[in-house]
């Protein structure tokens, strides 16, 4: 028998407002794949914090663009 961590479950709420998205998009990342990686419990969507944590971490930084009149 595998180890299981207990580890805190995210809603859908929480999750859209720590990434700051709305739920709607958040469940339409989860029908492409684009978003972190959720289990289900019952029919509820949930999401272990540190797939979130590692998802955010895995998302490319958005390079820093020239100001205007830099030389």
Do not use: F
Request: hydrophobic content about 40%; aromatic content about 4%; some cysteine.
């Amino acid at each position: 028998m595998t180890d299981i961590t207990i580890a805190r479950l995210l809603t859908t709420d929480e999750v859209a407002e720590i990434l700051q998205v709305s739920k709607r998009t958040l469940e339409a990342w989860r029908i492409t794949g684009d978003g972190p990686a959720c289990i289900k419990v019952g029919k509820h969507a949930r999401y272990r914090e540190a797939d979130v944590a590692d998802w955010i971490n895995a998302q490319t930084p958005i390079a820093p663009t020239a100001s205007k009149g830099a030389a």
